[in-house]
């Protein structure tokens, strides 16, 4: 409540694994978000795999802010 957003992002082919060793240094300042892209991480492999494109990739994104009622979010990714 009331603080700004951090939405973590992977880089292809990741799973995360890096964010454990920076969300201590963020978590007391920013909301933290983690999300993984479509067919990444945690995500089931899509039926389509046209789907998975840059521009989905933005809508999924700003779809997780929406969805989390953030209003300001810094993006940070690898």
């Given at each position: 409540q009331?603080?700004?957003t951090l939405l973590l992002v992977d880089g292809i082919a990741t799973m995360g694994?890096?964010?454990k060793y920076i969300i201590p240094?963020?978590?007391d300042r920013y909301t933290i978000l983690h999300m993984n892209y479509r067919g990444?991480?945690?995500t089931p492999e899509p039926e389509d795999c046209s789907t998975v494109t840059v521009e989905n990739s933005?809508?999924?994104l700003?779809?997780?802010v929406v969805d989390a009622k953030a209003d300001k979010v810094i993006?940070?990714?690898h």
């Open positions: 009331g603080k700004e694994f890096i964010w240094y963020f978590q990444h991480g945690n933005v809508k999924d700003h779809e997780v993006l940070l990714g």
